[in-house]
């Protein structure tokens, strides 16, 4: 379990998801949650979340899961994300839940879930992360 400390370390660490109001709630290696409010700023034409809001919510978990999985020396780019929008989300927060599914030694592959405040599933995510050695 992550202390309050290194959440706001790893918010801290990436500039735009700290702006767009994204909210470390857990990281470890196994699974990393975050949550993003729906209001005005990350609200589409119909009042819903605006997709590109998920998808930085979807993108950011699974970059810093991928980032507790690397080995000592590495860093992490998204390489691949595919996105599914299965329903709308019309209040309250968007719950993202980043799990890897396979951590290689050039790849790290994540499911990525993201629910709303009633559990049900709104977007689900595959993404593939890259392992650069430095």
Known sequence: MST????????AADPFVAHAGVEYLEATPTRVVARLALREQTSNFWGGMQGGAL???????GAVCAFLNLPEGSRTATTDSSTRFLRPLTSGFATATATPVRVGRISIILDIEIRNDQGALVVKTSQAQAVIPE
Request: aromatic share 0%.
């Open 4 to 11: 309050d400390a290194e959440l706001e370390l790893i918010a």
């Open 55 to 61: 998808m930085t919510l979807a993108d950011s978990v």
